[in-house]
């Protein structure tokens, strides 16, 4: 990492914010590109992308996972169908199916990296740094993607930065603290001790800033911290874009590794969707007007195996499930190729087939929404990816 | 009053002073560093509990196959399998006593700036539990390989980290194999470059020392064979072993020279070889004075090190014994910001902590955003305060400063601390304040976070 852009003050980026409480009108972010607003949600531990978003019109799927599927639409409980394409939400993700009946909910199924293999950690390397293999490269591609954008800030909700935003472009972090706040008096006298030493005294002058854009975090910090609830989390990511202390921010949400007991319409994965699901509701109630210049991107390290497996669960797999939702998307679709679950078609004669490159979908969200050129794309954020191409009309 | 001097051999090169260690260092702070570097014991790590690289991976086989087994049978009840691993040492205790015995080391040790270089080499030869397949040995790899090599030859360090087990699996060449070798022949393996292309680009002559893609090929064809005996192994499981079956054949050419076939050893002389390149000695140079110095090191530094390195083929004693002697690393202003790792260690030092408590450790590290052995990738935590200088990342430090001093305000005294820790190097400012400080406590946080204290 080079430090070849030095560190802005957050403050500057937000106004004269100082210790006199939060901006309204932030004015970094007033025109221009950056008034696109983007979340990227990453859910870590692989997502099972045929429970999320289930075709349920194969009948492959009843043979291979009968006990990891909810009922069809239409029935008790069922999954909520997706037009007339045979794909269905998971019945916990009634919010997202709202989105997708007013068209703000785009959906990219037998998605991957270019990684072919079932690491998590190397998954999600290959996943955020945008190359085509394990430890490719130090920074994201998101990162690269912000230098090549009229500086928009960044921020991670996380204790330190994910891969995907670490590099030369500028990016903060926040994380609910899990130990008592400091004291207002200790505060007082430490910024006046820092009055000769501008970077300490920015930091901690930004970090009070930061911390009434991201609001605070009702019930259990310590839990929320370990990622036990995600909403308090996305709620904190919605208000730092609300506040307009950032204008992209990366959240990290763990627990959806489901080798065992799975569930179908209850369960460890129904779970996790459910509050996802809020998540993501609070989000858009947290945008307001916001909204409508927003996308959120929700992607996975890899999917699943289609076969259940001998503890009810689903065992690591290749081709998974990316959701687009916001206000900006241009959505009720289902992007990309279906393989279909037939013996021959499943790879590895294991998982779904991986017939959609993930870079496509993050390059059209980074053009169209981002406005970072194809030339950019192709050589600088995604090396060596001219072939794929920017997936269209997005938002 | 202990002397900016002292204060920054024991701040600087080592670990942050303890109680009473400046008082050793006053009357010759660089004598005291030197007398560190002939002390090859003193960064030995003996604990009970913890094991060689070899019994952790036979235990972590032992227990993959054992969860496996239960989670086939168990089908789907979780307390089943609980119950079937319980007595089995997980590889995250493994490496949870890994953490703790560390700790405990660094606040205790009174070599501390041996211990610093340690810690450097450790991290330029970063294996990461990032990668699982690391976790069981992580701790071992720093124990075996490196603490016992700082001071030697870097030939004989780098051999040691690049085939030591923890390397060759974090680095993928454990599953390396050679397209024309026996197995590569038989089945659909191939070869894997990473641990060649983190070698050349990160362990010796930089990312700037002139290789090309076709060296990466050559090196990691040469390096092919060298991996580890796995479970299935029929003997000396977790071993590192060198297998013919993978290796390359042939005369591969790196940075310009020839190194015909002669089985294993072809690795061993291309990296003894790079081990004494002029670019090695530069890129190593360069690293150790933008830690030791600054940021941006200046390019003086930067020659004499590199001097001392290339005279004396690479003897790490010397040019540890160069950098004390460097009037550049001197210089009284402190520049450079503590990692959460060095604040932490130093806080523990600077109150005479002498006993953790690994729960609280645990969320130490997660809270101030580093925690051992799990570096982001293989370059390594980073070294410039860019990275660790980040609002929250600074309000988490006051949030743990203030948290701990209320722990023990009522047994140190900010005054004698203030003394103790930064001496002459405190500024007025920060003497002024943590003076007038309205309680033990407050007067503890203030230190911890002042501008001299959060650098060294």
Redesign the interface.
């Known amino acids: 990492?080079s430090?070849r852009h030095?560190?802005r003050s957050?403050i500057r980026m937000m106004g004269a914010a100082g210790w006199a409480g939060l901006i309204p009108a932030p004015l970094a972010f007033a025109r221009g590109p950056s008034e696109q607003k983007l979340m990227v949600v990453v859910l870590r531990g692989a997502l099972d992308g045929l429970g999320a978003v289930i075709p349920y019109r194969e009948s492959r799927l009843y043979d291979l996972r009968r006990k990891l599927v909810p009922p069809k639409p239409g029935e008790k409980g069922g999954a909520l169908p997706l037009g007339s394409e045979g794909f269905a939400l998971h019945p916990a993700l009634g919010g997202m199916h709202a989105s997708w009946r007013e068209g703000q909910l785009a959906i990219l199924h037998a998605a991957s990296s270019p990684y072919r293999e079932r690491?998590?950690?190397?998954g999600q390397d290959v996943l955020e740094s945008g190359g085509v293999e394990?430890?490719a490269s130090?920074d994201g591609w998101l990162n690269r993607a912000l230098q090549h954008t009229d500086g928009i800030e960044a921020a991670a909700v996380a204790?330190?930065l994910p891969?995907l935003l670490?590099g030369d472009a500028h990016a903060?972090?926040?994380?609910p603290?899990?130990?008592?706040?400091?004291?207002d008096?200790?505060?007082g006298?430490?910024m006046?001790?820092?009055?000769?030493?501008e970077?300490?005294h920015?930091?901690?002058?930004?970090?009070?800033?930061?911390?009434r854009a991201a609001g605070g975090i009702e019930g259990d910090a310590r839990g929320v911290?370990r990622g036990r609830s995600y909403e308090p989390l996305m709620q904190a990511g919605a208000n730092l874009v609300a506040s307009g202390a950032a204008g992209v921010v990366v959240l990290s949400l763990g627990g959806w590794d489901t080798?065992?007991?799975q569930g179908a319409q209850g369960g460890a994965l129904a779970a996790r969707l459910g509050q996802l699901d809020r998540g993501l509701a609070a989000v858009r109630e947290t945008l307001g007007d916001m909204w409508s210049r927003t996308a959120v991107l929700v992607v996975t390290e890899f999917g699943r195996t289609v076969r259940v497996n001998?503890?009810?669960?689903t065992d690591h797999g290749t081709g998974g499930a990316a959701l687009l939702v916001g206000g900006a998307v241009k959505g009720g679709r289902i992007l990309g190729d279906w393989p279909g679950l037939a013996p021959s078609a499943l790879f590895e004669n294991r998982d779904l087939y991986p017939a959609n490159d993930l870079r496509g979908l993050f390059k059209g969200v980074l053009r169209d929404h981002l406005g970072v050129s194809r030339g950019d794309l192709d050589r600088y954020v995604f090396p060596g990816s001219k072939a794929v191409a920017p997936l269209s009309g997005l938002v | 009053m202990h002397s900016i001097q002292t204060m920054i051999a024991t701040n600087r090169f080592g670990l942050g002073a303890r109680p009473g260690e400046a008082a050793e260092a006053n009357a010759d702070p660089r004598g005291w560093l030197l007398a560190q570097i002939d002390t090859a014991g003193s960064s030995r790590l003996e604990n009970d509990g913890l094991e060689g690289s070899e019994q952790s991976l036979v235990a972590w086989y032992a227990f993959q196959s054992a969860r496996r087994r239960a989670?086939?049978e168990?089908?789907?009840?979780?307390e089943a399998?609980r119950q079937a691993l319980s007595g089995l040492t997980t590889p995250r205790e493994l490496v949870a006593r890994e953490i703790a015995a560390r700790a405990s080391f660094a606040i205790s040790t009174n070599a501390p700036f041996r211990e610093r270089l340690v810690r450097f080499w450790a991290n330029h030869f970063t294996v990461s539990t990032?990668?699982?397949v690391v976790v069981p040995v992580a701790g071992a790899f720093e124990r075996e390989a490196i603490r016992p090599r700082v001071t030697g030859h870097f030939f004989e360090l780098l051999h040691a980290a690049e085939t030591h087990p923890a390397m060759l699996l974090y680095?993928?060449n454990a599953q390396s194999v050679g397209p024309n070798s026996t197995l590569g022949r038989r089945r659909d393996r191939g070869l894997n470059e990473?641990l060649a292309r983190?070698i050349l680009e990160l362990h010796t002559v930089g990312v700037d020392g002139g290789y090309t893609q076709n060296d990466v090929t050559a090196f990691a064809r040469i390096l092919t064979g060298w991996t580890v005996a796995g479970p299935r192994a029929p003997k000396s499981r977790g071993t590192v072993f060198f297998d013919e079956r993978r290796h390359e054949p042939g005369t591969h050419t790196v940075l310009g020279t020839r190194y015909p076939a002669v089985g294993g050893e072809q690795a061993v002389r291309v990296l003894r070889d790079l081990s004494v390149r002029p670019e090695t000695a530069r890129f190593i140079a360069t690293k150790l004075a933008r830690h030791f110095i600054a940021?941006q090191p200046p390019e003086s530094a930067i020659d004499a090190l590199g001097k001392a390195f290339m005279g004396s083929d690479g003897h790490l004693g010397t040019v540890s014994a160069e950098l004390v002697r460097l009037k550049e690393a001197w210089a009284e202003q402190p520049v450079k910001?503590k990692t959460p790792e060095e604040f932490q260690v130093s806080t523990l030092r600077g109150l005479g902590v002498e006993k953790l408590r690994l729960r609280e450790l645990r969320?130490t590290y997660?809270?101030l955003?580093?925690t051992p052995f799990s570096a982001?990738?293989?370059?390594g935590w980073?070294d410039?305060?860019?990275?660790w200088?980040?609002?929250?990342?600074?309000?988490?430090r006051?949030?743990?400063a203030?948290?701990l001093s209320a722990r023990v305000g009522n047994r140190v005294d900010p005054r004698v601390m203030l003394a103790e820790t930064l001496g002459a190097a405190a500024g007025q400012?920060?003497r002024r304040?943590v003076n007038g400080?309205?309680s033990r406590e407050?007067g503890l946080?203030?230190i911890l976070?002042?501008?001299e204290f959060?650098r060294r």
């Open positions: 990492m430090s030095s560190r957050f690491s998590h950690f190397d394990v430890l130090r204790g330190a891969l670490r903060v972090t926040w994380a603290s899990i130990l008592p706040e400091p004291d008096d200790t505060l006298r430490l006046h001790m820092y009055e000769d030493d970077p300490l920015a930091a901690l002058q930004d970090a009070q800033a930061l911390d911290a080798h065992r007991n001998g503890s009810l669960g | 989670t086939k168990s089908k789907g009840d979780e399998v990032t990668r699982n680095l993928d990473n983190e940021d910001f969320a997660a809270s955003g580093q982001p990738s293989p370059a980073p410039h305060a860019d990275a200088l980040g609002p929250d990342a600074v309000k988490k006051l949030e743990w203030q948290a400012t920060t304040m400080a309205d407050q946080t203030l976070m002042a501008p959060q």
